[in-house]
């Protein structure tokens, strides 16, 4: 199989604002770039997305500004695709399914935020589009800390919930 680790949404808002704070922060980032790391050695291409918000001025992703960046602790390097996305979907109206069919790419390693919209968007889509086999880094998403239900409950309830569409495995089980 031919894989890509595709790193969604891990975006400052998520490390800066308080509306928004990720569950786990520190360790959602150890974690993923320990997988970055892994899919370089064994030349995985890396892809980034980017949340993107163009007209709502009060939003945290409104395009280049502080919160829109890509966090500054990740492992992402300039030759690193960037697929900017406007909806929860990383594969609605963005380059990324075209990219991974000209790479003949048919598995995907999934990690980023955040777990009840772009996560589960993402991995319902790509099933839906005959992605088979993905998997999806154990403690490699998050969702935010106010949450109710909990952040907890909702990772694991999510988990629960991709039964079926996705392998959740901790990187040690992880082969790329």
Known sequence: MNKA???ID???AFFENPSCLLHEKE????NIN?????????????VFIQHT????AD???LVDTPDWQLHHGLNRLDSDPVIRKSTPDSFHETDLAAYLRERGIDQLILAGAQTDF???????????????NNILLKEGHSTVVNSVPSATRIIEDHERSWEGLVAI????????
């Open 53 to 56: 918000e163009y007209e709502n």
């Open 169 to 176: 495995k901790p990187l040690t089980e992880i082969e790329l």
């Open 34 to 46: 320990a997988l970055i790391e892994q899919a370089r050695s064994q030349d995985v291409p890396v």
């Open 5 to 7: 680790v595709i790193v």
């Open 118 to 132: 772009c996560i589960n968007a993402t991995v319902r889509r790509a099933h839906a589009l005959g992605y088979k």
């Open 59 to 61: 939003d945290e992703f």
């Open 27 to 30: 360790q959602l980032v150890r």
């Open 10 to 12: 891990v975006q400052e």
